[in-house]
Antibody, heavy 120, light 108 residues
Framework: QVQLVQSGAEVKKPGASVKVSCKAS????????ISWVRQAPGQGLEWMGW????????NYAQKLQGRVTMTTDTSTSTAYMELRSLRSDDTAVYYC?????????????WGQGTLVTVSS | EIVLTQSPGTLSLSPGERATLSCRAS???????LAWYQQKPGQAPRLLIY???SRATGIPDRFSGSGSGTDFTLTISRLEPEDFAVYYC?????????FGPGTKVDIK
């Protein structure tokens, strides 16, 4: 069965960086993309960007350009999202999701979420 | 960037009633690229509908999607206790995704 398992919760100070991992199993990793979505406490869903696991192409949300980098390691079927220069408003649950980019462009499987807390 | 607006913000209904949720886009969205998600507290979102009207795997047929252009609708024909949750629409266009702000369906 398809599973996306994310790394554990993080606490970071303002200005620091965080790197969240998302290990995929149960499907051919390079046949899908991975997208990252975050959700601040009590708020809605915010799309952060996507990466093609096939060729590493990326596309990031404009508001995060320059602070976010998404990568994959096809040898371990793992995706990574690094966010730099953290601010308090980056405190959120970060989700990875499998992106079905042929046809529907939807996110059919999601990780369990990783809470990132930014606090001095 | 395409902005999605969802209405109402909150829908208070009783089990067994019909729920109609609206998603409006600031410009035309390809029907192929409009999806709906359900999220319960403390859980990751779950894909309900993709391509505006196709149910995802394992989704009961009381959930249906419709619409085109700038106006889309998610309908839950008869609310079950497990359907009380927040629902988000999502679109993909120009290599970017956006989500609507969500509609909370709660128990009246």
């Amino acid at each position: 069965q398809v599973q996306l398992v994310q790394s554990g919760a993080e606490v970071k100070k303002p200005g620091a960086s965080v790197k969240v991992s998302c290990k995929a199993s149960g499907y051919t990793f390079t046949s899908y993309g991975i997208s990252w979505v975050r959700q601040a406490p009590g708020q809605g869903l915010e799309w952060m960007g996507w990466i093609s696991a096939y060729n590493g192409n990326t596309n990031y949300a404009q508001k995060l350009q320059g602070r976010v980098t998404m990568t994959t390691d096809t040898s371990t079927s793992t995706a990574y999202m690094e966010l730099r220069s953290l601010r308090s408003d980056d405190t959120a649950v970060y989700y990875c999701a499998r992106w079905v980019y042929s046809g529907s462009s939807s996110f059919d499987y999601w990780g369990q979420g990783t809470l990132v807390t930014v606090s001095s | 960037e395409i902005v999605l607006t969802q209405s109402p913000g909150t829908l208070s209904l009783s089990p067994g009633e019909r729920a109609t949720l609206s998603c409006r886009a600031s410009q035309s969205v390809s029907s192929s690229y409009l999806a709906w998600y359900q999220q319960k507290p403390g859980q990751a979102p779950r894909l309900l509908i993709y391509g505006a009207s196709s149910r995802a795997t394992g989704i009961p047929d009381r959930f249906s999607g419709s619409g085109s252009g700038t106006d889309f609708t998610l309908t839950i024909s008869r609310l079950e206790p497990e359907d009380f949750a927040v629902y988000y629409c999502q679109q993909y266009g120009s290599s970017q995704f956006t989500f609507g702000p969500g509609t909370k369906v709660d128990i009246k």
